[in-house]
């Protein structure tokens, strides 16, 4: 059974930073796609970055980049995103995916919010 479960949200001031952890079962994270994407209230969930299975990352919104950094621990089976100088504007629930043929899962997310 592929499950993900995401952790690490929270509250926190703004400039602050948290670390966001998926924990992945029943699939392989160096052989997946895996991406965290967040959902902002009253708005459509976005694609914040994104690790394949060759390594190659990319970060989907210019307002994270230099900010946040995803990456991942193959004998953990985990995916990680450490933000860092977190804006109000990051608010949301951030969830992680795990792609390949076959599969297309999604944890249940983890609540982020900033403010003072």
């Known amino acids: 059974q592929v499950q993900l479960v995401e952790s690490g949200g929270g509250l926190v001031q703004p400039g602050g930073s948290l670390r966001l952890s998926c924990a992945a079962s029943?699939?392989?994270?160096?052989?997946?796609?895996m991406s965290w994407y967040r959902q902002a209230p009253g708005k459509q969930r976005e694609l914040v970055a994104r690790?394949?299975?060759?390594?190659?990352?990319?970060y989907s919104a210019d307002s994270v980049k230099g900010r946040f950094t995803i990456f991942s621990d193959n004998a953990k089976n985990t995916l990680t995103l450490q933000m860092n100088r977190l804006k109000p504007e990051d608010t949301g629930r951030y969830y992680c995916?795990?792609?390949?043929?076959?599969?297309?899962?999604w944890g249940r997310g983890t609540q982020v919010t900033v403010s003072s």
């Open positions: 029943g699939i392989t994270v160096s052989t997946s796609t």
């Open positions: 995916n795990a792609y390949n043929l076959g599969y297309d899962c």
């Open positions: 690790i394949d299975s060759a390594g190659s990352i990319s």
